[in-house]
């Protein structure tokens, strides 16, 4: 009896062994697949941070003109005959008309300019005075020397000498700053106006037309018409319910999205004051009710949320992007512009009070001359400063 207890104690041991064995062995396996994904996960991160990193490196833009003059053809008696004929085509006839063929004058294809953009420590700057406004809420470019500036009451069309071209008072005022008005790329004006309505100004400053109009209980507080398809975003707040969300319009008026709600359920917007769109296509929302920055894709997903740099609570503006994809806001807490990257990481103090705006408010960034335009809420003095330098590398060939 106790040589079978012995033995079926060792025949368990054996299993145990066995099974431990294969657990050693189980385990160093998993290790072995660990570290491999483990080394893959760095090397992917590695070339997630060389990405990340070329976005402060020089960004090259291609501007193609192409002049290819369309080949003159010369056809001959044969190929009229063939082309005219209503008998079948022959393949050897279509084969012995195409040789017969000349082509002459032959263009050729330039490339007219290949420009190199890159970030200067060398900041230069000029300042002028807009005297039909008592301060500059925001500012919209038209052309490379024509902008709309606004205050609480008027809204100006003003050159880069400070002179005004044409004034309006019926836009919408309020306590608050906001984006009241855009541009769209053929240089019209769109803007809110008194009676809370979305208006257009044609280039001849006569034509006016309404492209929608809001209810009581909703009211448009920021507008930015979008450059990739003539979009137009309007940011609303509803009275009195701490609520917001953002519009999105085509060019004739027809409402097509409303982005109000984050995946939890929860509402995205407070008070949209400005908006803004990058290239990447996320609408970039300057909310003076949550003190942030909130970004969405172009789909209305939520990105992120931006509060400021540690230690330095935002109080947001105007707020603009430059071709690097950067996100340009004024603060009026700080009393700085403050530059980000796309997803939202604190990368420097662009501009604060010593550079010559004491509460920036108003913002744009013209991508024909590369400046950027800053407006202050306490006086009608707007800068210009110019942070990218633009070089020609390359000439017609």
Same mark, same amino acid.
């Given at each position: 009896?106790?040589? #079978? ?29 660990? #570290?491999?994904? %483990?080394?893959?996960? /760095? ?8 990405? *990340? ?35 079948? /085509?022959?393949?050897?006839?279509? /084969? ?5 063929? %000349? ?35 925001? $500012? ?26 044409? =004034? ?6 309020? $306590? ?39 209810? *009581? ?9 979008? =450059? !990739? ?26 409402? $097509? ?5 984050? #995946?939890?359920? #929860? ?36 990105? !992120? ?20 994809? =950067?996100? /340009? ?15 939202? =990481? ?17 913002? %744009? ?13 306490? %006086? ?12 020609? !590398?390359?000439?017609?060939?």
């Amino acid at each position: 009896m106790a040589n #079978r207890a012995q033995s079926l104690k060792d025949q368990i041991d054996k299993v145990l062994q066995d099974r431990k064995s294969k657990v050693i062995c189980l385990k160093t396996k998993l290790q072995n697949t660990y #570290r491999a994904i %483990s080394k893959q996960m /760095i090397s992917l991160q590695e070339h997630v941070k060389s990405y *990340e990193q070329t976005e402060n490196r020089a960004v090259e833009f291609f501007l193609f003109q192409k002049k290819i003059p369309v080949p003159k053809l010369t056809f001959t008696s044969s190929m009229l005959t063939l082309l005219t004929t209503e008998n079948k /085509i022959k393949k050897e006839g279509v /084969i012995a008309s195409l040789v017969e063929i %000349s082509i002459t004058e032959i263009g050729k294809r330039k490339v007219r300019r290949r420009r190199l953009l890159k970030m200067s420590t060398d900041l230069s700057k000029e300042s002028l005075r807009l005297t039909s406004v008592r301060f500059v809420d925001h $500012i919209s470019c038209v052309t490379s020397n024509r902008m709309w500036v606004s205050d609480d009451n008027n809204l100006i069309l003003a050159d880069l000498r400070g002179d005004t071209l044409c =004034h309006l008072t019926n836009i919408d005022s309020g $306590i608050f700053s906001y984006g009241l008005h855009t541009v769209t790329s053929d240089g019209d004006l769109i803007y809110i106006d008194k009676d809370s309505a979305i208006s257009k100004l044609g280039t001849c400053i006569k034509t006016k037309s309404i492209l929608t109009n809001t209810t *009581e209980a909703w009211k448009p507080r920021c507008i930015f018409c979008s =450059h !990739f398809n003539g979009d137009i975003l309007v940011g609303i707040e509803k009275h009195k319910a701490d609520e917001g969300n953002v519009d999105r319009y085509s060019g004739t008026g027809e409402l $097509i999205q409303s982005i109000i709600y984050n #995946r939890k359920g #929860r509402n995205l917007y407070k008070l949209p004051s400005y908006i803004t769109e990058n290239h990447n296509g996320d609408i970039i929302v300057s909310d003076q009710g949550l003190e942030a920055l909130v970004v969405t894709d172009q789909y209305g997903r939520r990105r !992120f949320s931006y509060t400021g740099p540690p230690g330095y609570p935002l109080s947001p503006h105007g707020v603009c992007v430059d071709p690097f994809l =950067h996100i /340009i806001v004024c603060d009026s807490n700080t009393r700085t512009v403050q530059m980000m990257d796309m997803n939202g =990481h604190f990368l420097e103090w662009l501009r604060t009070e010593s550079d010559g705006i004491s509460v920036p408010c108003g913002l %744009s960034y013209d991508e024909r001359n590369h400046l950027l335009m800053v407006g202050s809420w306490n %006086s009608n003095t707007m800068c210009v400063y110019k942070y990218i330098q633009t070089s020609k !590398f390359l000439t017609d060939i």
